[in-house]
């Protein structure tokens, strides 16, 4: 399973765009990029998922390099409401019949007025 | 839709008991996945069933874990017997694999445990 890196921690102000960065060196080609949001006392939630290039929803933006060694989830005009922690995963969730998602340590993010 | 279901949200219970945890995941979802959160583990996977068959079972922390899924709309995780370090929250999830286009797993509410 790929593993992935993002940072601790990012503060923001509302109505900023939020770029949080995920590393995922060892990506495989089967692989798909995955984010969730998670608030306090409740259950992680899916935000956005892509392949490669870029992906846009309602909520946010996921930028893929051609490499897909990283990723950027992008949230657009912040609120305080979007304080939450923000996790990103790799794993094969086509082909295989089987999938396993991990979670890593997430980057907790938080929006001061 | 009614989304995965969990119960109980919260449980206090006392070191030696048994605890088990219920689970109803989305309907005409293939997959199945128990997830642990604690401050200082994080969020772990414990197990996953597809098609109702556990697949991995490589996160369970030890022999007082068991988990079962006797049918496409219901799992139970117990614990037995419970210790303080149980102590955690819960997460039960499912998905449904859509082809080549990748999925997305729903989380329940999850089950607040403490074990005293």
Known sequence: LAKTTQPISMDSYEGQEVNITCSHNNIATNDYI?????????????IIQGYKTKVTNEVASLFIPADRKS?????????LSDTAVYYC????????GFQKLVFGTGTRLLVSP | DAGVIQSPRHEVTEMGQEVTLRCKPISGHNSLFWYRQTMMRGLELLI???????????????????AKMPNA???????????????AVYFCA???????????????????????
């Open chain 1, 34 to 46: 995955t984010w969730y949001q998670q608030f306090p006392s409740q259950g992680p939630r899916f």
């Open chain 1, 71 to 79: 990723s950027t989830l992008s949230l657009p005009r912040v609120s």
């Open chain 1, 89 to 96: 995963l790799v794993g094969d969730l086509g082909n295989t």
């Open chain 2, 48 to 66: 996953y069933f597809n098609n109702n068959v556990p697949i991995d079972d490589s996160g369970m922390p030890e022999d007082r874990f068991s």
């Open chain 2, 73 to 87: 709309s219901f799992s139970t995780l117990k614990i037995q017997p419970s210790e303080p370090r149980d102590s």
């Open chain 2, 94 to 116: 499912s998905s449904f694999r859509q082809g080549i286009t990748g999925n997305t797993i729903y989380f329940g509410e999850g089950s607040w445990l403490t074990v005293v």
